[in-house]
């Protein structure tokens, strides 16, 4: 690539990653993980996510539907092990920002549409984070994912938790529908057999509201001073800490009718392809 590409590049990534940095700033939402740019328990909830991914990926192809810019593909791809990640999104301007910002010899990002795109079994596994609430039509996003994973093969998926057993007016305005806890297990079991449930739960007095966190001002400026030299610094996201949300196996520890309810977050299902 020629340098005046590179430069192009570059430039594009930093006007996304501003974009991002307002979208937060102003309207204190976003709907894409940008690392660097999103509250720090909102980016650990996603590395989170990735990182439990990387315990199944090791040697497999792997479909990561809706990867946004590919941060969560490059996890799989490098500390997952995977021998090949492909990494799918519906927007083109985080695909570009992906192929430039996480580029690996063994992943690859590209524009598809999850409703409609047509793979027949390519993929030891699927992952799709955050995805199944965005759409329309999620029988169709349901069928093209079991489609495209070979026999054996697994998806682990994530959604929040409603407190509704469906909720077709959910709060967030990006959604088009969630589910209860055991509501959501029963769509995917039509496609897949389910083997593993995990909860991301958050504390109940850290539960994400959307107000700006004490200093967030000054934390963006600094981003953006950073940034602004082009220097390629990704701010190290925290191990663990009070108040962020974790990932356990549920095993029933909860009560079912708790969940989504006082006890809020996510739940991810690990299942394998009929």
């Not at 992906?98 to 590209?110: E, G, H, I, K």
């Amino acid at each position: 690539m020629k340098e005046t590409d590179e430069f192009a590049e570059e430039i594009f990534c930093l006007k996304y990653e501003l974009n991002t940095l307002a979208s937060v700033l102003l309207r204190n939402e976003s709907e894409r993980w940008l690392p660097g740019f999103l509250h720090e328990r909102t980016e650990y909830s996603h590395v989170e996510r990735y990182k439990l991914a990387c315990k199944y990926t090791s040697q497999k192809n792997v479909l990561d539907v809706a990867c946004g810019i590919g941060k969560g593909s490059s996890m799989m791809a490098q500390e997952g092990g995977a021998a090949l990640v492909n990494g799918f999104d519906i927007q083109p301007e985080a695909v570009r920002y992906a192929n430039w910002r996480n580029a690996a010899p063994n992943l690859t990002f590209s524009v598809v549409d999850a409703e409609t795109m047509d793979i027949v079994e390519a993929y030891e596994m699927a992952v799709s984070f955050e995805t199944i609430e965005h759409l329309h039509n999620y029988r169709s996003f349901l069928i093209n994912v079991n489609k495209s994973i070979r026999a054996g093969g697994y998806l682990l998926i994530s959604t929040p938790i409603s407190a509704a057993s469906v909720d077709s007016n959910p709060i967030n305005p990006y959604h088009t529908r969630e589910w209860g806890f055991t509501e959501f297990q029963k769509v995917l079991n039509e496609f897949f057999s389910i083997e593993k449930i995990f909860v991301q739960l958050y504390p109940p007095s850290q539960v994400p509201i959307n107000t700006p966190r004490k200093g967030i001002i000054e934390d963006l400026i600094g981003k953006i001073k950073r940034k602004l030299g082009f220097a390629q610094i990704l701010e190290q996201v925290k191990e663990s800490a009070n108040g962020f949300s974790k990932i356990e196996e549920y095993t029933g520890q909860y009560a079912e009718e708790e969940l989504g309810v006082s006890r809020v977050g996510y739940q991810i299902v690990l299942a394998r392809k009929n």
